[in-house]
């Protein structure tokens, strides 16, 4: 338990101070959103009514963005064979930095997409649904995010294969976590199980997601 | 225990027989034996491109070998430390953070911390992030994270490239300690190492069988 | 079973055997599906004509599907056994499968325009199966990006069974997001019963699309491991000169 808890502590110091920690990720967000009104219309209730679609949407371009670095720096610059061969195991450390890494960087999601919600025309309450569902989405994004970036970490263009490898496997997640905003906004009474569809959801990633980087990982180091 | 040297590991006994090992579908290597046992350094040599770095990636456990078998014993138990051409520091972390971090992922005790970076002329360099060291202290630096690693085994690639004599020096003095306290070093190198009594591997034998077959 | 075949000879003996019988099986199975989908069986009583694009749509749709469950679980032996028959049938089914998603998305347009008068609607079974080209399109690009072979094998099969462990997860998802917002209620092209008349030719069809499918996965296969062989080959050869140029300079 030691083992995990200093990769937890060492990554959360890492994430935070390394590469601009959550402002990159944040500005990402808040420009997606700032820009996609000047797409939309001016119009005030088709921004209300894409809003939750849009700001959840946002949210999930906001992980896929420092995906690449998550893994590709502990792959070139030596990490991962130490994390591999420490006593904690490569599943435990991917976990670790992963959660880490999203406490870090993905904490600005929720407060943007409340701010934003009330921007875009939504009542207090459905933008609190809204921030609430995006606050229980944002591990399974970060960690499906994460499983994208270590099937792709090292290689050339990186990003870009990390957002097509990443989007299918994160549609669930969109769907429910903007669909508990819509519902609280429309008042279909459909928020609490959307709600509990998220955080399901990120839960099965957590399950499921460090294990997966974890192996493909350890078929980089071969 | 030795100055500036974690020593309660579990003592390693590494034996190799009949090892064929490739990259991107050429063989490497074939038909390879080898043993170390507690106390024992193995220099393994030979061309480039003879698969050095490989045969150290398959003694850790990275890579399956395509023929024949690698035991590193107790396998439950032993711990294995690694130093490869990246050293594995990150270059906002100072070294003395990343040498406490390694100590507590490797469970060593924190009071080593300090006689370790004595001992390989790190102390100095304590506050430093690692990312402005030169080639030589982020080196120092990675074999010091080695005095702390609690590992019954120690596999090196080219330690000695980015460092001086003086540092040489100080490495050899570092390998006889642990060696004495019964650790294994298993270590790659272009330049002659002049640790007392080494065992030498030179690839060149399999790598000539292995172009044959 | 999968064992047996792991053999390389073993399997080249069978493929020997099914690549023809497919191809032939399948210009067959086309030359009666064809016209008796596209010309013979009536016109329906709601869609007239336009029921003869389901007679690819929907074995379009079944193969895709299958095609993802055929390289999950060759993935997956692939990712336990390591065996390289095992990842090359996952290398041939992925483009495979991706076309049968890619004609099965365009003739659901071409359906949908004279339906729904729209060339796209953002109905729960196409959704699904655009997601499904998405993540075929994925694997694909990751197996391209990747140099080594042996990478490329084990990251592709890691991905591919993940996408098997979410599929009924984006198609409940798909299924969640669309009924909560259900559009004025539109024809389908699954009525919950079929009659007789289309139910033929569309068995014959979906066979036809199962034998062009087994044909192309083996050929594939095939076409890999002469690759695969000339690369050893290839590779043999430079090592022979490297060593014999290395042997000439010392003397």
Not at chain 1, 157 to 164: N, Q, S, T, V
Not at chain 2, 152 to 171: F, K, M, Y
Not at chain 3, 187 to 197: E, L, Q, V, W, Y
């Amino acid at each position: 338990m030691s083992a995990a808890l200093a990769l937890f502590s060492r990554e959360l110091k890492l994430a935070w101070a390394g590469g601009g920690g959550p402002a990159g990720p944040a500005a990402f967000n808040l420009a997606a959103l700032a820009l996609a009104p000047l797409a939309i219309g001016p119009d005030g209730d088709t921004l209300a009514a894409a809003g939750p679609g849009v700001i959840a949407f946002a949210a999930l371009l906001a992980t896929l963005q420092p995906a690449e670095r998550l893994f590709g720096e502990d792959a070139a610059d030596g990490t991962l064979e130490l994390y591999a061969l420490s006593g904690a195991g490569l599943a435990t450390a991917v976990l670790m930095k992963t959660l880490a890494f999203t406490l870090a960087v993905f904490w600005p999601i929720a407060p943007i997409a409340f701010i934003a919600a009330l921007a875009y025309g939504l009542e207090a309450g459905p933008a609190l649904i809204l921030s609430l569902a995006l606050l229980l989405a944002a591990p399974g994004l970060a960690l499906i995010a994460a499983f994208a970036g270590a099937l792709a970490a090292g290689l050339k263009r990186a990003g870009l294969l990390i957002a097509l490898i990443a989007a299918p496997l994160q549609v669930p997640l969109l769907v429910f976590a903007a669909g508990a905003g819509r519902a609280a906004a429309e008042g279909t009474g459909l928020e609490g199980a959307n709600l509990m569809m998220a955080a399901a959801g990120s839960l099965a990633a957590l399950a499921l997601a460090p294990l997966g980087a974890a192996a493909a990982l350890r078929a980089r180091l071969e | 225990m030795s100055d500036g040297l974690s020593a309660e590991f579990t003592r390693a006994d590494v034996r190799a027989a009949g090892v064929a090992l490739s990259r991107g579908g050429r063989t490497l290597v074939r038909g390879l034996n080898f043993a170390a046992a507690p106390g024992e350094a193995l220099a393994i040599t030979g061309p480039n491109g003879s698969g050095k770095t490989t045969l150290l990636r398959a003694v850790a456990g990275f890579i399956r070998p395509d023929a024949g078998e690698i035991h590193v014993e107790p396998a439950s138990d032993v711990k294995i430390a690694w130093l490869g051409h990246a050293e594995g520091l990150k270059p906002a972390e100072t070294v003395r953070d990343a040498l406490t971090f390694h100590a507590a992922l490797q469970g060593a005790s924190p009071e080593l911390i300090e006689p370790v970076m004595e001992r390989m002329a790190v102390a100095h360099l304590a506050r430093r992030a690692c990312g402005t060291l030169s080639a030589g202290q982020r080196r120092r630096t990675a074999l010091a994270r080695l005095a702390l690693s609690n590992a019954g085994l120690w596999i090196l690639d080219e330690p000695t490239a980015p460092l001086d004599a003086v540092s040489r020096a100080r490495l050899g003095a570092l390998i006889a300690d642990y060696r004495a306290a019964g650790g294994v070093v298993i270590a790659t190198t272009h330049a002659a190492l002049d640790w007392p009594d080494q065992t030498g591997l030179d690839l060149s034998d399999a790598a000539r069988e292995a172009r044959s077959a | 079973m999968f064992s047996y075949f792991a053999n390389p000879e073993r399997f080249e003996r069978l493929a020997r055997v099914v690549t023809p019988w497919a191809w032939g099986g399948a210009a067959v199975l086309f030359a009666i599906g064809l016209p008796w989908a596209l010309v013979i069986s009536p016109p329906d009583y709601q869609q007239s004509e336009t029921v003869r694009i389901m007679y690819v749509h929907v074995p379009s749709a079944w193969l895709a599907m299958a095609a993802y469950a055929g390289l999950g679980v060759s993935s997956f032996i692939y990712f336990i056994w390591r065996h390289n028959l095992a990842d090359l049938a996952a290398r041939a089914l992925a483009p495979a499968g991706a076309v049968f998603a890619a004609l099965c998305l365009v003739t659901g347009a071409l359906w949908g325009r004279p339906m729904w008068g729209a060339w796209w609607v953002w109905d729960a079974r196409l959704t699904s199966m655009l997601v499904l080209l998405l993540l075929y399109l994925g694997y694909m690009a990751l197996r391209a990006a990747i140099e080594d072979e042996k990478l490329a094998a084990r990251a592709g099969s890691i991905l591919a069974m993940a996408g098997l462990i979410n599929l009924p997860i984006i198609k409940f998802s798909v299924d969640w997001w669309n009924t909560l917002h259900q559009p004025a209620s539109v024809i389908r092209f699954d009525g919950p019963t079929i009659h007789a008349s289309k139910l033929w030719p569309l068995s014959v069809m979906a066979l036809a699309f199962t034998a062009l499918l087994t044909a192309l996965v083996f050929s594939t296969m095939r076409t890999l491991i002469l690759e695969r062989r000339a690369a050893v080959l290839e590779r043999k050869r430079e090592q022979r000169l490297e060593a014999e140029a290395s042997e000439g300079f010392a003397e």
